[in-house]
Antibody, heavy 121, light 107 residues
Framework: EVQLVESGGGLVEPGRSLRLSCTASGFTFGDYGVNWFRQAPGMGPEWVAFIRSKVYGGTIEYAASVKDRFIISRDDSKSIAYLQMNSLRTEDTAMYFC????????????WGQGTLVTVSS | DIQLTQSPSFLSASVGDRVTITCRASQGISSYLAWYQQKPGKAPKLLIYAASALQSGVSSRFSGSGSGTEFTLTISSLQPEDFATYYCQQLNTYPYTFGQGTKLEIK
């Protein structure tokens, strides 16, 4: 069974950092790209970042709102993807989801249950 | 960024009804469009990809159509479990944007 499990969320003060993890099982993690999405309370989903599989170069895309603050990475030996979030702002408060994707124009077919990040003083 | 506008934003319908949700893109996106269903407290669930391809395991009462800038999601006969919020997402150009959502409620 394909599973993605996010962890690492919590309450953090503005300007601080947090690292989210996305642990995958039930499929060959290295064959897939990984998206991070977020969803603020009462809002629709927002795409945050994407890391391609090694087959597609392992390259990365970011939303403008997080570029230069967030870093996506992956460890295929552990089947884990990470989202390092730096210089957090109150507007980064959201549920964060990871999801797998085969290649750039393919949809995210399996999602995790999400981890909540609250940025507040 | 490509803007996606869904209509309607809210839809009230009854079990057994046929409903259609529209998603319009601010520029052409070929057929790179997906539809998701989301229930409260849950992650989005993929229903349709490539505008009209039904995701494995999804009921055939869901169908999608369109290309370019106008797309539709149709539910042929609403079931109680279909009452949820629906989002379209374009996969043509980064950033991969979502529509604002259509909340489908029981009449």
């Amino acid at each position: 069974e394909v599973q993605l499990v996010e962890s690492g969320g919590g309450l953090v003060e503005p300007g601080r950092s947090l690292r989210l993890s996305c642990t995958a099982s039930g499929f060959t993690f290295g064959d897939y790209g990984v998206n991070w999405f977020r969803q603020a309370p009462g809002m629709g989903p927002e795409w945050v970042a994407f890391i391609r599989s090694k087959v597609y170069g392992g390259t990365i895309e970011y939303a403008a709102s997080v570029k230069d603050r967030f870093i996506i990475s992956r460890d295929d030996s552990k089947s884990i993807a990470y989202l390092q979030m730096n210089s957090l702002r109150t507007e980064d408060t959201a549920m964060y989801f990871c999801a797998r994707r085969s290649y750039d124009t393919s949809p995210s077919d399996y999602w995790g249950q999400g981890t909540l990040v609250t940025v507040s003083s | 960024d490509i803007q996606l506008t869904q209509s309607p934003s809210f839809l009230s319908a009854s079990v057994g009804d046929r409903v259609t949700i529209t998603c319009r893109a601010s520029q052409g996106i070929s057929s790179y469009l997906a539809w998701y269903q989301q229930k409260p407290g849950k992650a989005p669930k993929l229903l349709i990809y490539a505008a009209s391809a039904l995701q494995s395991g999804v009921s055939s009462r869901f169908s999608g159509s369109g290309s370019g800038t106008e797309f539709t999601l149709t539910i042929s006969s609403l079931q109680p479990e279909d009452f949820a919020t629906y989002y379209c997402q374009q996969l043509n150009t980064y950033p991969y944007t979502f529509g604002q959502g259509t909340k489908l409620e029981i009449k």
